[in-house]
């Protein structure tokens, strides 16, 4: 097998993980028989031992690099290195204990075009999670709007939003969280 075959085969092996830690800690611990603190942490010495009874390997050494490694900062390991949590995008309650914060004045939010009616006419509600998800950047929000077909990315007036009164929480670098955006903080081009 040539290095860069050997290469993509590993990198599936990862993505399938990382796949799979989304799931059972946003969506369904229960599934695997895991279970999250009130703040959203597992033990991941109980994930590893809960997906092995599932048919998933994996180790402490996946857990962190994936953690480590994960470009959209989807998860956080405890400073005693003994438990791991998802900072969002959570379909289960959790209150991952995060004050809220000043924005900086554009935030960003990738969707498909398929959306664009709907949310001209409701702004953006959280669907099935507990927050909607902005980025501080368009690449990243279009990366995610195109993973429901073709994207668009929409640009919020996060600095009015706040002014405003309502409340949004920086989980990450590039992520902010918030329960809504109704549609007057929303601008929509005119080609969309």
Sequence with gaps: ?????????????????????CWVLRH????IGLSLDPHGWAHISELIEAARDRGVNLTREEIYEITETDAKGRYQ???????????????????LGVEPAEPPKILYHGT?????????????????????????DAESASSVGG?????????????????????????????????AVPAEYIRFEPDT
């Excluded at 050997?6 to 599936?12: D, L, R, S």
């Excluded at 969002?88 to 209150?95: E, I, M």
């Design 1 to 21: 097998m040539h290095w860069f075959e050997y290469g993509i085969i590993a990198m599936e092996k990862y993505i399938k993980k990382s796949k799979f830690l």
């Design 77 to 95: 390991i405890s400073a005693d290195l003994e438990r791991i949590r998802a900072l969002y995008g959570h379909s289960v309650p959790v209150d």
């Design 147 to 179: 993973r429901h077909g073709r994207a668009v990315v929409l640009e919020i007036d996060a600095g009015r939003l706040h002014a405003d009164g309502h409340e949004l929480f920086q989980i990450s670098r590039d992520t902010w969280l918030t329960r």
């Design 112 to 136: 498909a075009r398929k959306y664009l009616g709907s949310i001209a006419k409701h702004g953006l509600g959280p669907g099935r999670r507990q927050f909607v998800h902005l980025s501080s």
């Design 28 to 31: 369904e611990p229960d599934k």
